[in-house]
């Protein structure tokens, strides 16, 4: 089975090697801008002094600005890509648990204070999937973007959404889907952002069908974002939906044995409790069909 690279050490350990590899890169770009305002400050003097001509004070002015532009993105693009490997704590190790203490590890670090929206994010989601419905809410409602086509909008209403289905608010559930469907609109239809976000209101279409009410169509779709998704966590997700799919509409026992073979990723490796829950609730659907058998 994958694993994250922090699938080994304690949540504590998780979030120092995440902050001390991110301050390492951090002081190394700082140290390399630095060099680059002195090399820059060089040649401002060297043009003053006539030491070289002023187009080629220019075009090194240039190429230094570019190198510093390189290397701010660079870093950017570094940190991201390591955040990523963070988030294989809950989607390829599914441990909510560990990654929400991480995630508030960080998110009491001042090196993180601009990137506290998105941190208070992660622990909602964490905490969706620790089956703490009522606690997540409350670190939605601290998850802010200044801009208003921040793609992270749409992660939170999703989750908001969620949340609310979980606890039987219709209400919320819809005020929820209104805020979802006016941030996934602020996306051009033929972008890969707006395709994206047509995606996700089709899924929460899905979601919000009653599970005796889902057709062929709706089996099609959930088996084919079980083929595409490679993070453990949506398969697992994905699997225990289809098999409750099956169960609720199996007519013969080959039906049902489908059911129990999507069951099957439950016993691969560890499961947030919030699918643990959902595991046991399509097992007892399967016990209540098993005279489809006889």
Not at 197 to 204: E, F, G, K, R, T
Not at 239 to 251: G, I, K, P, Q
Request: charge should be positive; hydrophobic fraction near 45%.
């Amino acid at each position: 089975m994958k694993q994250s690279i922090y699938y080994s050490i304690s949540p504590e350990q998780t979030a120092a090697r995440f902050l001390r590899q991110t301050r390492r890169a951090r002081a190394a770009c700082i140290v390399l801008l630095a060099g680059l305002a002195a090399l820059l400050l060089l040649l401002f003097g060297l043009s003053l002094a006539r030491a070289i001509s002023d187009m080629a004070f220019l075009l090194l002015e240039l190429l230094v600005i570019a190198c510093a532009v390189c290397l701010h993105t660079g870093f950017r693009r570094r940190t991201a890509s390591r955040f990523a490997l963070l988030q294989d704590v809950l989607l390829t190790d599914c441990d909510p648990g560990k990654y929400l203490a991480a995630m508030e590890a960080l998110l009491h670090d001042r090196a993180f204070r601009r990137a506290r929206g998105t941190l208070a994010l992660e622990c909602a989601a964490a905490h969706y999937y620790l089956d703490e419905l009522d606690q997540a809410g409350e670190c939605l409602e601290r998850v802010h973007f200044r801009s208003p086509r921040h793609p992270l909008w749409l992660k939170k209403y999703n989750l908001l959404v969620l949340c609310r289905l979980k606890q039987e608010d219709e209400a919320g559930v819809q005020q929820a889907m209104a805020l979802l469907r006016e941030k996934c609109g602020r996306y051009k239809p033929d972008s890969p952002d707006g395709r994206a976000a047509a995606m996700l209101l089709d899924i929460m279409a899905l979601n919000l069908k009653a599970p005796e009410k889902r057709d062929e169509k709706d089996k099609r779709m959930m088996k084919k974002n079980l083929s595409n998704t490679s993070s453990r966590l949506n398969k697992l997700a994905w699997s225990l939906t289809l098999a409750e799919y099956e169960a609720l509409h199996a007519t013969s026992p080959e039906e049902l044995e489908a059911a129990r073979g999507y069951l099957k990723c439950t016993q691969e490796g560890p499961v947030p409790p919030l699918l643990q829950k959902k595991a046991a609730e399509v097992r007892s659907l399967i016990d209540e069909r098993t005279p489809i058998e006889e």
